[in-house]
């Protein structure tokens, strides 16, 4: 199980450069996880670039995957992992939601390189 970060995600949808490098981690949804704040993350990017029906058939891709939401658990472990690392508060979540689900975290997202069970592209 593998988490792809909102980065991940919206680069493989706009056909970015690094789109290829995710595309072998999207084509299998039931071995993605995917934290509520990135279904928020992406649907709100998808809904300020395009129409709402965009939004919503990219919505419902990803909610193919094993959602996770947000626990009191996650949130004190994003926090300690906020602190220890500085990441924002939406990043730390995504991170100590891979911590939990004990998976990798696969992004471009600067916040995340060189963090430790994260595959950087």
């Known amino acids: 199980m593998i988490i792809v970060d909102s980065f991940g995600w919206i ?3 706009i056909d970015g450069p690094k789109a290829q490098d995710y595309e072998k981690y999207l084509l299998k949804p039931s071995k993605i996880i995917t ?3 990135i279904l928020y993350e992406v649907y709100k990017k998808v ?3 395009r129409k709402e ?3 919503l058939i990219i919505y419902a891709q990803m909610i193919k ?4 939401d947000l626990t009191a658990e ?3 472990t994003a926090a300690e992992l906020s602190l220890k690392y500085s990441l924002p508060m939406a990043d730390a979540v995504i991170y100590a939601t891979a911590k939990n689900e004990n998976c990798k ?3 471009s ?3 995340f390189k060189n963090l430790p069970g994260v595959t950087f592209i």
Do not use: F, N
Request: charged content about 30%; hydrophobic content about 35%.
């Open 109 to 111: 997202d600067p916040h």
């Open 47 to 49: 809904r300020q670039e």
């Open 105 to 107: 975290l696969v992004t």
């Open 53 to 55: 029906s965009d939004a």
């Open 11 to 13: 680069e493989y949808l």
């Open 74 to 76: 996650i949130a004190r």
């Open 35 to 37: 934290p509520t704040i």
């Open 65 to 68: 995957t094993k959602i996770v």
